[in-house]
């Protein structure tokens, strides 16, 4: 039977070998615009995973246009470090591409020497609040001319295709949107007009690359903006593209100042893809389908459904830069997927740190080489079988020696399952998942429903110890706390008790935000209710978005401090706190628990007593490291560890990167 996904596709004159498309990330391993070998191994890996097309960048077509943690292609110099790395990725059996860009507006003037950013017209952005410099009619025009000298270096480089930008909030689809193009000139006003910059940088490409060479633009569907582009206007500019010269089409969506979720876990698997679909009705090149593609099967059923030609599948080879060749060889149960968290992709950006990944410790370390066999195999025993411990094992595996995990419970995964329970954040479970499947499939002893002790370490012996016992929720001393209608979080998140419909959460932190959105979820209409009721004209659209997002419980969270979710990552805090308003969630700052009665709970706030009527107090103050058996180990003179939350409480991404470098360095 013939797979959709690994049938060739061409793109003007350029066979690709599969529909699995690998577009562009900034990852944040440049330096000063150059290729570095951690870009190279990086690229490599994802080539040699499979992935029938690779596109890096973005790259820079003028000093304006980034900063120096993008790929540099505004002059000569950049020449043979894009080579090296285009031929690094076609060396390992796929088509390689450079994306080409100008940030425009959202670029910050620290990154350009104190010189002010620029866009059509002088509007500031959300993001930077810096008020850009409007452009004249010679810097377009220079603009142009920089973006057709990019792509002939990227030519000459020895790249297989050119991908320009045109979305996602960046310069030109800046001067395609009424919301940032005010200008009266031959490029702004109307829909012809504004369109004029990208086609004219189309044209120019066109011209100096040649008509056989293929010239993508990855553009957006929908901007998701308020008062900007809907999805029938670009398609009419995505017509014009493919008139203008233009091959192939990659749908994303939304700018990065938008408030409708893009790239969060919350977002459906392949829910874009109606973008593509559109547009692909539209044109009569091949079109690539964007956002959220994170397994074979979603990607199999958006091709054969015939929403679009190809899928790209950024942060999913991130996650598992084997996924092509697993899903080729009928592996797709070995495959470990995005779960959309974006801690180490997204949020190590805002921190000047490279791209790294929760679900996969050795993505961003490649360049570092395979792990070195260990001269002499040892006996590890691992106690806790969460992310940490799984991930320790795994590790230590690869080491060489042979490895025992303990488990007190029936599954691995530990906290990944509370992370997953709330409507929206299933894919932490899948996580835990996955990860069991990789520990499964080397040679490592699993051992569940065991309690280990002091006895049971004395009878195994072993080389070794890795800690990764986790933690346990914090029982902060409130008057009152003991009594029957208070419930942990924790117990909540497992759905293990039931909470009455005055709900009042003390502590405001992740667990208690995830708490709250879980319990928000109980008695609103699920999605195929929504559909339902919809297409059979049943209820108002205003009366499906209520019942849609209030539930049957009336929930409060205590806050002490100014601001919920501290601990929530910046590309995910956000969109959890819009959740949290959506659902009625009543949210309490600066807000001190005092006591807890049998009517509800007393707070402080402002130096008022007040109190707040409630069936269930849940507590979500926190945790603290659980590592009982330390000083048992000690006692013993037994060499050990301690990795995750049992040194110290943390993301689960520190948890998984701990725990495979313990593991690794046994």
Known sequence: MRDPLFEAIKINNMEVKNRIYLPAITLGMTQNYEVTDQI????????????????????????????????????????????????????????????????????????????????????????????????????????????????????????????????????????????????????????????????????????????????????????????????????????????????????????????????????????????????????????????????????????????????????????????????????????????????????????????????????GHEYEGGIEKAEVSKNVMIIGGGAAGMCAALGASERGHKVSLYEKSSKLGGQLYLAGAPIGREEFAELAKDLEKQVALKNIEIFYNTEVGEDLIKEKNPDAVILATGSKPIAPPIPGAKLPHVLQAWDVLHDDVITGKKVVIIGGGSVGVETALHLADKGTLSGDAVKFLLVNKAETYENLYKLATKGSKDITIVEMIKKLGKDIGKSTRWVMMQELEKTEVNCMTLAKALKITEKGVTIEVGGVEKELEADTVIMAAGSKSYNPLQKVLEDNNINYEMVGDANKVGLAFNAVHAGFKAGRTV
Not at 107 to 134: D, M, W
Not at 258 to 265: D, G, L
Not at 334 to 347: K, L, P, T, W
């Open 40 to 363: 190279v191994e990086f690229y490599a890996e994802r080539a040699k995973g499979g992935a029938g097309m690779i596109c890096v960048g973005y790259a820079t077509v003028d000093e304006l246009a980034g900063s120096p943690m993008n790929l540099g292609a505004h002059d000569d110099s950049f020449i043979p470090g894009l080579a090296k790395l285009s031929k690094a990725i076609q060396d390992n059996g796929a088509r390689s591409v450079v994306q080409l860009n100008h940030s425009g507006r959202y670029n910050f003037s620290f990154f350009t020497g104190g010189k002010q950013p620029v866009a059509p017209s002088p509007i500031a952005s959300k993001l930077t609040r810096e008020v850009p410099k409007e452009m004249t009619a010679e810097d377009i025009q220079q603009t142009i001319a920089s973006f057709a000298s990019a792509a002939g270096r990227v030519k000459e480089a020895g790249y297989d295709a050119v991908e320009v930008l045109s979305g996602t909030g960046y310069l030109i689809s800046e001067f395609l949107s009424p919301l940032t193009n005010k200008r009266e000139d031959e490029y702004g006003g109307s829909l012809e007009n504004r369109m004029r910059f990208g086609l004219d940088i189309v044209k120019a490409i066109r011209k100096t690359v040649g008509r056989e060479y293929p010239l993508i633009i990855r553009m957006n569907g929908n901007d998701l903006m308020e008062g900007g582009q809907d999805r029938f206007e670009l398609v009419d500019y995505a017509q014009a593209l493919v008139e203008n010269g233009v091959d192939c089409i990659c749908v994303n969506v939304g700018w990065h100042e938008a408030r409708v979720p893009q790239i969060v876990t919350s977002v459906p698997r392949g829910v874009y893809g109606y973008l593509a679909r559109g547009i692909k009705n539209a044109v009569d090149v091949p079109v690539i389908a964007s956002h959220r593609i994170n397994d074979p099967a979603t990607a199999r059923e958006m091709l054969v459904d015939d929403m679009c030609d190809m899928v790209a599948m950024g942060r999913s080879l991130i996650a598992d830069p084997d996924l092509p060749n697993k899903a080729r060889e009928g592996r797709e149960d070995e495959i470990v997927h995005c779960v959309a968290c974006a801690q180490g992709c997204f949020d190590h950006l805002f921190k000047m740190k490279h791209v790294e990944c929760l679900c996969n410790p050795k993505a």
